[in-house]
Structures are given as structure tokens and as C-alpha cells.
């Protein structure tokens, strides 16, 4: 096998073999490149009709999310999404008997021409996990569908470095759309999220946790558990999800349990409680809890029981009457002690204190903003993240968003002028409203992104980091921090490129790298 694709990938090179450090066994890894290479070989199809069709275009996002890091390890799953492909592809292209594209065209090709295959097929593939979300909500973009055929189309077929960039560009550019749909999606169907309270205590009796990003299966989760004596927690990048009027309107959604997806072995341990996942990040589950895993949409895992598109929970809510939760409520704390999380910090949030922020950063009173944010994961150095938040200085606001937060969520920062040094402005997806954030404080202030006194600190684990990079690379935002590690598929000369073009650099020490962004 051979996969690049995360930051955990052996020695910063690639994991091969038989297992990748996920647990993603080699032919589970041989299963995802034919399916990407039948989604490459779809594409070509697509190319010659006119414009993509709904049904395509869902087909394509469901086989590239299927590919993202920590989602599925299910072989039989895989293989019937590849059928799928192969079987549009048939009736696009009937006459067609050209050879699908072999993934190894890929991984063998030049160093830079595969690192900027890498960048856009990577960036599809977190795109895509955004777009799904969408199309749940019945949200979709056809220009965004549209372009995950010409993506695809350019990894199989493209050779120029200058085409390959401008698609690597024009990925982060769709992205952005991509975001937005979703931004919308949510907020039309959940309401605007507000700032919101999350308790870390899980009250004595049966109850069952949801992981994962999709907001839909937490909803159709909280009808069918309504009034059954289940409560419901959320976990890793769900926590967001208590900051929608239309889901914190349920009683029963009662607050957080644990921390991010790298912690989920340790703290599933024994849990007396199924886990709906909902998305990735899924590890493989430990035998203590094998038997309470319950997957759904695309996430798969062989063994655990997959909750299928009739959306029927029952399986779900027998296993959690039957385990039947804790004795006596349970005080949990976050990782540095503290007993709650605040989240809801959308971008709606924090414009609605715009006149606020304004005046205080005309003052002084707010010197300097930093976004700290992006995935966790399991390697020592992400405790630079924590360490940089707990030195950020007292007039600095702090925001963040993703499951990286974890790390830091639970600190008290203090405030200034009655706002919270520190807000969570929700899931991995809400970059677009920090994006937003951003460009109307550079409006308010009459200056580019660039010249605000912003930050981006990053840290990074999947495919979703890697397109909303690029997103923040097509907004030319420069002087990115980027950590625990570089992407292993950014040759040296395409790094080089990163760094000449948009000032993106490694994290050093939080001391450092505090010092630098301040004086930049
Ligand atoms: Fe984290 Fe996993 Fe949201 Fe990712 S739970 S790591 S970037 O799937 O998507 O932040
Ligand atoms: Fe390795 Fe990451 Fe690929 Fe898993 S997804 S096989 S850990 S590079």
C-alpha cells in the first residue's frame, strides 16, 4: 500500500505495508486508490456530456468522502461504492472501454507533479466531506458539483505544473463556495448559532454520545429518542451542534462528553453507552466498547452495525436502555480542569459585536487576534497549541474552531470589553465564518486581510485541513503557522513555492512564533 494522505503518515514519508498508522489495512488502501481511480475515469465521462447531474454529482462527492482519512475501513462498503461509479460511469458512457485510471500513475509520477496531484485530489476529498453535509440538508452548488469532475479530470490527465497549480488554487477557490453552502445549509435549517454553555458532566442513566460533523443525524437522533428517558451527548466536532437554536431546543441534548476524535480509545473505554458516529475521525474501536460502535452515511467499520439511509435508530436506543448509563451523575473536566465549554462563537456572533471589537482594537484595548485552530491528533508537539493559547497575551482575542480545540477549550482567557479573550466559532467548516470575520474587521479598518493585526495558526491532520489551506491560499492570506508537521506530499519544490509565494511556515515554539506574528 501506499497512502500520504494525513499528517500522521510514517516517518513524514507515507505509510506502506500492511497497516497505516490510522489502522486502514493495506487492502482497504488498495480498495480506496481503485475506487478514486473509477471516480477519475467517471469524470472523463462526465467531460464529454454537458453539465454534471445531480445524481453524478452526489455519486462523485460520496466516493471521494468515502477516501477521507478515518472514515471507512470496510472493504464490502467500498467495494459497492466502487460498483456504483463504475455503473454511472456505464450509463454516461456506455460505448467507453478505455482503462480506468491505476492509481500507481500517481504515486509514481515526478515529485512535483504528483505533490500538486496530491494538494487538489486531497482538497476534493475534504471538499466533498463538506458538500455532503450540504446535500443532506438538501443544499447543493452545481458549479461546486462541476468542479469536482474537472478536479478530477486534471489528476488524471493533466500534466503542465502551471494548469496543475491553478487548479490547486481554484480548489481552495470552490472550497470557499463549498463552505458557504454548507454555512448556509446549516444556518437556514438549525438557526444561527449563539453563544452557548456546555456542560462536561453526564447526568446518571442511559444516554448515548454522537461524534462526528453531521448535524442531520444528530436531529433525526434527538426525534426518535424524545421522551424515552435517553440523554445525548456530543463528542469531537459535534460539540458545535449545542449552539443551534433548533437543536438546543431538545431537553435531552445535555452536553459534552470527552475530547477530541485521538481520544476517543481511552475515553470509549468500557463507556456504558453506545457511540453514533456520524463522520470521521473513527478509530479503530478497542474490544471494551466494540459492541456499542454504531456507524451511519458514509462512516463503516466491519463488525460495528451500520445505520442505514431508512435512518431507523431503534438498534441505537435498546443498546443504550440496556446499558444503561452511569450509577450517579458523572463530573468530567476538560484537559486542563475546567468544568464547561462555551461555543456559538459564529461568525453572526462576533459581527453582531463588531462596533465593540472595532473601537477596542482602535484603543488598544485588543491588540492582536490570533485563530488557532484546525484538527487535533495523537503526536506529543500539539501540546504546542495549548502552551500558545496559554501564552497568547492579555489583550489578544483567541479565536478557533475544529477539534484541535480541545486542547485549550476549557481555559478561562478572562475577557475584554465584556467578550470572551477566547471563543470557539465552531466545526472544522466554520472557517468560513472566521473567514468572514476577517474580512469584515479588513473593511471595517480600510486594510487588506493581510494588514490586520490576525494571525492563522494551524494545525492540521486530514483532507479538510487541506482545502480549507488552499481556500486561505486562494484568499492570499500569507504568514500561516502551520503544525504538528509539513505535509509529506508537498515536495521540496512546491513547499519551496509556499513559502516564497505566501510566507507559510513551520511552528517553532510558542514563544517564538508569538513574538514573530506580534511584530509582523
Ligand atoms: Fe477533526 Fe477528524 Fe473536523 Fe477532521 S474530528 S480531524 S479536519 O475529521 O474534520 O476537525
Ligand atoms: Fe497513513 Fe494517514 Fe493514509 Fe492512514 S490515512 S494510511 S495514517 S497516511
Known amino acids: 500500500m501506499f497512502c500520504f494522505q494525513c499528517e500522521q503518515t510514517v516517518g513524514c514519508t507515507g505509510c506502506t505495508g500492511n497497516a497505516g498508522v490510522c489502522g486502514k489495512k493495506a487492502d482497504t488502501a488498495k480498495l480506496q486508490d481503485e475506487l478514486t481511480g473509477a471516480l477519475i475515469s467517471l469524470a ?16 462523485i462527492i460520496e466516493g471521494l468522502f468515502t477516501t477521507v ?18 455503473a454511472e460511469k456505464e450509463r454516461l458512457a456506455p460505448d467507453c472501454r478505455t482503462e480506468e485510471y491505476d492509481l500507481q500513475q500517481l504515486w509514481n509520477a515526478n515529485e512535483d507533479i504528483r505533490s500538486l496531484k496530491s494538494l487538489i485530489l486531497f482538497g476534493i476529498r475534504g471538499m466533498a466531506a463538506y458538500a455532503y453535509h450540504a446535500n443532506v440538508l438538501n443544499y447543493e452548488d452545481a458549479e461546486v458539483n462541476q468542479f469536482f469532475c474537472e478536479a478530477l479530470s486534471k489528476i488524471g490527465y493533466e500534466e503542465s505544473t502551471e494548469a496543475l497549480l491553478s487548479t490547486v488554487l481554484k480548489t481552495g477557490e470552490i472550497n470557499l463556495k463549498c463552505m458557504a453552502l454548507l454555512d448556509k445549509a446549516n444556518t437556514e435549517t438549525y438557526g444561527t448559532p449563539e453563544p452557548t454553555d456546555v456542560t462536561l458532566t453526564v447526568e446518571k442513566g442511559p444516554f448515548i454520545v454522537v461524534t462526528g460533523h453531521d448535524l442531520k443525524d444528530l436531529q433525526l437522533l434527538l426525534e426518535q429518542t424524545e421522551g424515552k428517558g435517553i440523554n ?48 470521521n475521525c473513527l478509530m479503530p474501536p478497542k474490544s471494551s466498547y466494540a459492541d456499542r460502535v454504531f456507524t451511519t452515511e458514509v462512516v ?11 435512518k431507523d435508530f431503534t438498534p441505537l436506543i435498546e443498546k443504550a436502555l440496556e446499558l444503561g448509563g452511569y450509577k450517579e451523575d458523572r463530573m468530567f473536566s476538560g484537559i486542563n480542569g475546567g468544568k464547561k465549554v462555551t461555543t456559538g462563537f459564529g461568525h453572526a456572533a462576533i459581527l453582531s459585536h463588531a ?8 484603543s488598544g484595548a485588543i491588540r492582536h487576534f490570533f485563530l488557532v485552530a484546525g484538527c487535533d491528533g495523537a503526536k506529543p508537539g500539539r501540546n504546542y497549541y495549548t502552551e500558545f493559547v496559554k501564552q497568547t497575551p492579555s489583550d489578544s482575542i483567541v479565536l478557533t474552531l475544529a477539534c484541535g480545540k480541545f486542547r485549550f477549550n476549557d481555559l478561562d482567557l478572562g475577557e475584554i470589553g465584556g467578550l470572551p479573550r477566547l ?14 470575520v476577517a474580512v469584515a474587521l479588513a473593511d471595517a479598518f ?16 486530514e483532507q479538510k485541513a487541506v482545502c480549507i489551506l488552499l481556500t486561505l491560499l486562494h484568499l492570499g492570506i500569507k504568514n500561516i503557522r502551520l503544525g504538528p508537521s509539513l505535509p509529506a506530499f508537498l515536495s521540496p519544490n512546491i513547499l519551496n513555492f509556499l513559502v516564497e509565494n505566501y510566507g507559510i511556515a513551520p511552528i517553532t515554539t510558542p514563544e517564538e512564533d508569538i513574538k514573530a506574528l506580534m511584530n509582523q
Request: proline share 5%; charged share 20%.
Open 44 to 59: 472523463k465521462a462526465v467531460d464529454s456530456t454537458e453539465t454534471i447531474s445531480k445524481r453524478t454529482g452526489q455519486i
Open 69 to 86: 482519512t478515518n472514515v471507512s475501513f470496510d472493504n464490502a462498503a467500498i467495494e459497492n461504492m466502487i460498483q456504483k461509479v463504475r
Open 232 to 279: 445525548i451527548y456530543t463528542h469531537g466536532e459535534m460539540l458545535p451542534a449545542h449552539a443551534y437554536p433548533f437543536l438546543k431546543k431538545y431537553s435531552h441534548l445535555k452536553g459534552n462528553f470527552g475530547t477530541a476524535w485521538q481520544n476517543q480509545q481511552k475515553e470509549f473505554d468500557h463507556l456504558p453507552a453506545p457511540i453514533l458516529y456520524t463522520t
Open 300 to 310: 463503516a467499520f466491519p463488525g460495528a452495525v451500520h445505520i442505514d439511509e431508512k
Open 355 to 362: 462596533g465593540t471589537v472595532v473601537e477596542a482594537v482602535k
Open 423 to 436: 471563543m470557539d466559532m465552531g466545526q472544522c467548516n466554520d472557517a468560513y465564518g472566521a473567514i468572514q
Open 446 to 461: 480600510g486594510c487588506s486581510v493581510n494588514e490586520l493585526p490576525l494571525s492563522f495558526v494551524l494545525s492540521w491532520y
